[in-house]
């Protein structure tokens, strides 16, 4: 199947790579939101605690801690499932050098199907505790919001993992017929 250009098969596929991209600038945009947002409720809270005594309207309002640590969690697992799409992740590289190339794709591929595994995990058991154990409880400062939202983050990184491993095995099974045509070329 090593021919001097790309079967439809692949071609049709890679017209797919949109999808890929809009998915992970929605998902970075989603993680530099919360981040401003972050910052802007934790300067409000410091200030709110070491001046609001100078200020009668500037307080430390009581739900800033729980907030932020939310916005932290949904950045946390958002910004490692952006890291699989730019293959950023700490990776064991150490014995590449001494293994066959084919044997560091077939890794490749059966790391990626295991982080695949675990993508499929995180969304199922992460909706279901969302969705069960996070709708019956309330934030404590917060009392109108549900706790649902602070165990979503799991489910929507777990799909947004899922998202990026499909890409990414299909990159590992699209080099297994032409990464070695280029090599030799």
């Known amino acids: 199947m090593k021919t001097g250009s790309e079967?439809?098969?692949?071609?049709?596929?890679?017209?797919?790579?949109?999808?890929?991209?809009?998915?992970?600038?929605?998902?970075l945009v989603i993680c530099k939101?919360?981040?401003v947002i972050?910052?802007?409720i934790t300067t409000y809270a410091v200030l709110g605690r070491y001046v609001g005594e100078y200020i009668p309207f500037l307080d430390d309002p009581a739900w800033s801690e729980q907030?932020?640590?939310?916005?932290?969690?949904?950045?946390a697992v958002?910004?490692?499932?952006?890291?699989?799409?730019?293959?950023?992740?700490?990776?064991?590289?150490?014995f590449d050098r001494y293994l066959p190339k084919i044997a560091i794709k077939i890794l490749d591929l059966v790391a990626n199907i295991a982080v695949l595994i675990l993508g499929i995990v995180m969304a199922y058991v992460g909706w279901r505790?969302?969705?069960?154990?996070?709708?019956?409880?309330f934030y404590e400062s917060l009392p109108w919001l549900s706790r649902?939202?602070?165990?979503?983050?799991?489910?929507l990184a777990g799909v947004a993992m899922i998202i990026f491993e499909v890409e990414a095995i299909y990159l590992n099974i699209k080099?297994?017929?032409?990464?070695?045509e280029k090599e030799a070329a």
């Not at 098969?9 to 998915?23: E, G, M, N, Q, W």
């Not at 907030?67 to 950045?75: H, P």
């Not at 505790?129 to 409880?137: D, E, L, M, N």
């Open 129 to 137: 505790y969302a969705s069960t154990i996070g709708s019956r409880g």
């Open 38 to 40: 972050d910052i802007l």
């Open 67 to 75: 907030i932020v640590l939310t916005c932290m969690s949904y950045m």
């Open 7 to 27: 079967p439809k098969f692949f071609s049709v596929l890679d017209k797919a790579r949109v999808v890929y991209d809009i998915t992970y600038k929605v998902v």
């Open 148 to 155: 649902f939202w602070m165990y979503f983050p799991i489910p």
């Open 78 to 94: 958002l910004s490692a499932a952006l890291a699989i799409r730019e293959q950023s992740h700490i990776r064991m590289t150490a």
């Open 175 to 180: 080099r297994f017929f032409f990464d070695e």
């Open 33 to 35: 939101l919360l981040l």
